[in-house]
C-alpha cells in the first residue's frame, strides 16, 4: 500500500495509493500568492501609481522564502519530520505485508479462523490507510506554521528595505509580471532582503 512512499532529494515525499505525503516546503507560499491580490505587498496606496515619479520595489516572495538562512532551515526540518514518518509507515507496511503472506501460507486454519483474520488485516490496512492521511495533513500545517511565520518576518524586513530605497510600492513578482506595460522602472530588492533577512536573525539572541 506504501509502495509510493520515497524520500527524493526534492521537497516532495510519498504516500499511500500513489499520493505523496508532503508537496514541498514551500508549497504554502505559492497557495498563499494564487489566493491573493495581485499586489500582496504595499508599501502606499496604489493610487500613488499614477504619480509621475513613482518609484516601484518588486519582491520574489518565494525565492526569499526558499534561500532565506530561515527557509533553509525550515526546509531541514519538514524534510526531516517527514523522512521520519515515512521511515515509521513503511515499518507498518511491512509489517502488514508480512501477516499477509502468513495468511496465505497457512492452510491449517480454520474457515471461520481465515475469515476472522482476514477481517483483522483489512481493519489494520485501513488503519494504516488513515495515518497516512493524517501524516499528510500534520506535514501540511507544520509547513503552513512554519512558513506564515517567515512570511510575517520577510513582510516586516521588505518595509523597511523600502524605506531604506525610498520606494513607493512594493509589488510581489508575479504581480509585477501581469503588468504588461509601464513606464515606471521596477527595482528587484529580493537579494537585499534576503541579505537584510539573515543579518536580522543572526543577530536575533
Not at 520574489?60 to 515515512?86: F, I
Amino acid at each position: 500500500m506504501l509502495a509510493a512512499l520515497s524520500s527524493n532529494a526534492g521537497p516532495a515525499g510519498g504516500a499511500a495509493a500513489g499520493r505523496r505525503i508532503h508537496k514541498g516546503p514551500m508549497a504554502f507560499i505559492r497557495r498563499l500568492l494564487a489566493a491573493g491580490a495581485a499586489a500582496l505587498l504595499l508599501t502606499a496606496p496604489l493610487a500613488l501609481a499614477q504619480a509621475a515619479d513613482l518609484r516601484v520595489g518588486v519582491v520574489d516572495v518565494n525565492r526569499a522564502l526558499n534561500l532565506s538562512d530561515a527557509g533553509q532551515r525550515s526546509r531541514k526540518v519538514l524534510l526531516a519530520a517527514k523522512a521520519q514518518k515515512e521511515n515509521e509507515l513503511k515499518a507498518k507496511d511491512g509489517d502488514l505485508k508480512k501477516l499477509s503472506e502468513e495468511l496465505r501460507s497457512n492452510i491449517m486454519l480454520t474457515e471461520a479462523a481465515r475469515g476472522q483474520k482476514e477481517k483483522d488485516l483489512r481493519d489494520k490496512d485501513a488503519e494504516l490507510r488513515q495515518q497516512v492521511q493524517d501524516a499528510q495533513r500534520d506535514l501540511q500545517e507544520q509547513e503552513r506554521k512554519l512558513t506564515e511565520s517567515i512570511f510575517a518576518e520577510l513582510r516586516t524586513v521588505i518595509g523597511i528595505v523600502a524605506q531604506d530605497q525610498k520606494l513607493d510600492v512594493v509589488l510581489e513578482a508575479r504581480a509585477a509580471e501581469t503588468i504588461l506595460f509601464s513606464r515606471l522602472k521596477f527595482v528587484d530588492i529580493t537579494d537585499e532582503v534576503i541579505g537584510r533577512y539573515n543579518k536580522i536573525q543572526t543577530t536575533k539572541p
